[in-house]
């Protein structure tokens, strides 16, 4: 059976379209309303990030095409996210570690 690394190489790059979003954002201090910056993605992947993150609360518009990165909501989606994964981590090894005993 041959696996396909698409997968991983689409989530790497979401994952540094988001990293480079939010660098812009920082670079310039646009964590308020007051500080908005305008923002133009360079990338299709950097677009489509930039409009879930919009989504998702994390990027607030501002009016003319300026735009801000909330702080307080991209942390809250960063726990969420670890509230998620870190049990199915743990689940993962407890399994793995019961596997090996088992075939030991």
Known sequence: ???????TIIGAMAARARRNIRAHFFAQHAVT????????PQRRIEQTQ??????????H????DRSW???????????RRRAILVPI???VCVLAAGLLTLLY
Do not use: C, N, T
């Not at 059976?1 to 997968?7: D, E, G, Q, R």
């Not at 990165?69 to 726990?79: P, R, S, T, Y």
């Open 69 to 79: 990165f909330d702080l307080a909501a991209w942390q809250k989606h960063q726990d």
């Open 33 to 40: 309303a007051e500080e908005a910056v305008p923002y133009a």
């Open 1 to 7: 059976m041959i696996s396909s690394s698409a997968p």
């Open 61 to 64: 518009a501002a009016g003319k």
């Open 89 to 91: 981590v743990i689940a």
């Open 50 to 59: 930039f409009e879930r993150m919009l989504g998702a609360g994390i990027i």
